[in-house]
């Protein structure tokens, strides 16, 4: 009964998400353990992941994911602080805190998965 708890409790689905600007991040829920790579969107003026690419983890406590981040050397950001999101729904989150510049930015689930050769813009 207790795993029945716990994976009721995990509200989101893994996969890949997408925020209200376009961005993508792949998470990854374990228990209560949430763990992601965030990427900017591609466009017709930055490739996937040039300005920005993070690394991030954090634990799902009630209703929300708290999450501490750092870009990595693959994008221009050398950028690091920490994110709360609300769990709207398993297919649906809102950033409700952080400390970079998420703004208060929905998120809604894509895909299961997705290759970075499968994204085009």
């Known amino acids: 009964m207790n795993d029945k708890i716990k994976k009721e409790k995990t509200l989101i ?3 890949v998400w997408k925020s209200t600007g376009e961005n993508l ?3 990854n829920i374990v228990e209560n353990k949430v763990f992601w790579l965030g990427m900017n969107n591609k466009t017709t003026e930055n490739e996937l992941g040039e300005n920005w690419c993070h690394v991030g983890n954090g634990t799902i406590i009630d209703n929300r994911i708290i999450l ?12 690091n602080g920490k994110i709360v999101i609300e769990i709207i ?3 649906e989150m809102k950033v409700i805190e952080d400390s970079g510049n998420f703004g208060m930015s929905i998120w809604n689930w894509e895909t299961d998965q997705l290759n970075f050769s499968q ?3």
């Open 119 to 121: 994204i085009t813009k």
């Open 25 to 27: 991040f792949w998470i």
């Open 89 to 91: 729904s398993n297919v």
């Open 68 to 79: 501490d981040w750092s870009d990595v050397s693959v994008g221009k950001g050398n950028l």
């Open 13 to 15: 689905k893994n996969g």
